[in-house]
């Protein structure tokens, strides 16, 4: 419910006017990234971990997720399932622009606060952190 409300106040904060440039400060380290990512919590499973996350983008605008890496140190996990979107499949912002996503990787054991994300869009990798 955390990462909502900070979404909702990302979202209204991007839509007040800025006089001169700015830096985005949200989840990613790309200031030009065409969304952000914020993780919200990560549960076990049978098979790893769950990562949940929201996607904050500009309403009615599509993304397209190629796929997700999780990345602890030099380890690098490949996300098995993602549910809210479709793998390789464009979708789009609703009127909120934000999109709540379950992601699965086969990763056992404690995440630490150093893992990151790295998503592949059509447009480039985002790279966030997996969990707050």
Excluded: W, Y
Aim: hydrophobic fraction near 45%; charged fraction near 20%; proline fraction near 5%.
């Amino acid at each position: 419910m955390k990462a909502l409300k900070f979404a909702a106040l990302l979202l209204c904060a991007s839509l007040a006017p800025v006089a001169g440039s700015f830096q985005m400060s949200a989840q990613v380290n790309q200031a030009d990234a065409e969304m952000n990512i914020i993780p919200d919590k990560t549960t076990k499973t049978d098979n790893g971990i769950r990562i949940s996350a929201v996607l904050v983008g500009i309403p009615h605008t599509s993304q397209c997720i190629n796929g997700v890496d999780l990345v602890i140190g030099s380890k690098l996990v490949k996300a098995t399932d993602i549910d809210g979107i479709d793998f390789e499949r464009a979708f789009q912002f609703e009127d909120s622009g934000v999109q709540t996503v379950e992601i699965d990787f086969p990763f056992s054991g404690a995440l630490p606060k150093t893992a990151k994300l790295v998503f592949h869009t059509d447009a480039g990798d985002i790279t966030a952190p997996a969990r707050q």
